[in-house]
């Protein structure tokens, strides 16, 4: 085609392209760039065993998927939760979570509905969800955060974070922020450092919820409670965004 | 005030005596309505600030009090003065004054009890706006108007055994919580999947949440979390 052709044709844009279109055109790019590379591009992540059960509304990891020796996640029981946000306030305080500057780890969101004239509400708790595949991660240019190969959790070196947010942009949940005291890049960690190190088996918030929303646990004991609802047959099961092909940890039900 | 219900006491005892030994052959006969000594037999409708009804028999020839008990202490004697005033509440009831200079729970039934009695139409009594709870979880709605509007509950369906009347009584008490309910107390007398929604369904018609009382308290907005992402 004549150059002189393509420039009198309009520009569509990217804007009403659908992701999974923009995911295989970049997934082709990588590829060709991985050839040149020696093809280990995408392997600079170490989840290279992840997969899901193929079926790409849930994104749920098939039995025996799991590719760390404590594979920590967490399940929502969403319609259990009522925002009282005894979980934001405990994640807060324990891991010293800064008021200012749009600091969060963990946060409910809220959605308000109108049926047949009544107001409904529903919340949803949000945090990291520690992605198998996490486009953070790929996207660090210093290694600063990284999947913990013990048990999965994507945590933060604070001292090789350079701070250019690339990974806040990265990330699907939005999960990030910039710390102003550390000067680095910020997330929840699922407290690795603040209880998990201390012998707790339970998340701040998790242990917080009045309502036993939040069950955390390692998906790999098949006696935890987290494997026991993520098995449950018959059980929808959800995970936020899964047309990003993260794989997240943090799972979704009403039960 | 002490000195003011013995002379009535006493007034009401010689009262007795006198009818026992005066009128001893007429007892059984239906004792007619005397307005000059139990006055007016209408019953007295106040319809400011709130519609209430008030029998003069109840107090006179019922229960025998005589007509100083009231007036013009309590009440001035001409009709209607008392409104005039504005003074007339509850609030001033529940500090012994008007009708609370009796009804305090000790000579008779406390005035933030038995509301129906003098209140005679309960709709547009009970409080407009929810009630909040913020303890032990923030923050928990109840709608008078839901359920007294829509569903015709009577005040004593809930009140006083249920849940006091006092603001606030239900919070304090150690044993407001979810499992009270799921046990028949509180709201969950009602609310136990037979007589109305059970307590451990649908959280949400009732937890209004942390944003949902920020909205009502006029806050919106004012502290930032990371609701950013995705909804």
């Known amino acids: ?255 | 005030m002490n000195q003011h219900r013995i002379t009535a006491m006493g007034l009401i005892m010689l009262a007795g005596s006198l009818f026992l030994t005066t009128n001893a052959t007429k007892v059984t006969a239906a004792a007619p309505y005397d307005e000059d000594a139990y006055g007016p037999e209408a019953p007295i409708v106040w319809e400011k600030p709130t519609k209430v009804t008030f029998s003069h028999k109840t107090h006179t020839m019922d229960a025998g009090l005589a007509c100083d008990s009231c007036h013009d202490e309590l009440f001035i004697m001409e009709s209607g003065a008392v409104l005039t005033t504005g003074k007339l509440t509850m609030a001033a009831m529940a500090e012994g004054k008007f009708c609370g200079s009796c009804h305090d729970g000790n000579t008779a039934f406390a005035s933030n009890t038995k509301c129906a009695s003098c209140h005679t139409d309960v709709n547009g009594l009970a409080p407009q706006d929810p009630i909040v709870w913020t303890k032990p979880v923030k923050a928990v709605i109840f709608n008078h108007k839901g359920h007294v509007e829509d569903f015709s509950l009577e005040c004593d369906a809930c009140h006083d055994d249920t849940f006091a009347m006092q603001k606030g009584t239900a919070e304090k008490a150690a044993d407001f919580t979810m499992q009270a309910l799921y046990d028949g107390k509180y709201c969950g007398k009602c609310h136990n999947g037979k007589t109305a929604f059970a307590s451990d369904t649908r959280c949400n018609t009732c937890h209004i949440g942390v944003k949902g009382h920020n909205r009502m308290m006029g806050n919106d907005g004012a502290h930032a979390t990371g609701s950013k992402a995705g909804h």
């Open chain 1, 1 to 255: 085609m004549n150059i002189e052709d393509l420039e009198k044709e309009k520009n569509e844009g990217i804007e009403n392209l659908p992701l999974q279109e923009r995911r295989k055109f970049l997934k082709m790019g990588l590829t060709v760039t991985g050839i040149f590379l020696g093809g280990t591009v995408l392997s600079l992540t170490s989840a290279s065993l992840a997969s899901s059960q193929n079926d790409p509304e849930t994104d749920i990891p098939a039995e025996g998927q799991y590719p760390y020796p404590k594979h920590y996640g967490m399940v929502m029981r969403q319609n259990r939760c009522i925002d009282c946000e005894k979980c934001v306030e405990a994640c807060k305080q324990t891991n010293h979570v800064p008021t200012a500057h749009g600091a969060w780890r963990t946060a409910i969101q809220e959605r308000l509905t109108t049926e047949n004239g009544t107001e409904k509400r529903e919340f949803r708790p949000v945090l990291c969800n520690h992605c198998n595949r996490p486009p953070c991660v790929r996207v660090c240019p210093t290694k600063a955060t990284y999947k913990d190969p013990e048990t999965g959790i994507v945590v933060m070196d604070y001292a090789k974070c350079i701070g250019c947010k690339t990974c806040m942009a990265a990330c699907p949940y939005n999960a990030r922020y910039f710390n102003e005291e550390k000067y680095a890049i910020d997330k929840c960690n699922f407290c690795i450092d603040t209880r998990l190190a201390e012998g707790k088996t339970e998340t701040a918030c998790a242990a917080a919820c009045p309502a036993r929303v939040r069950i955390f646990g390692n998906l790999k004991d098949k006696t935890s409670e987290i494997y026991r609802l993520l098995h449950t047959p018959d059980t929808k099961i959800w995970v936020l965004r899964p047309d990003t092909g993260a794989l997240p940890n943090v799972f979704y039900m009403n039960a």
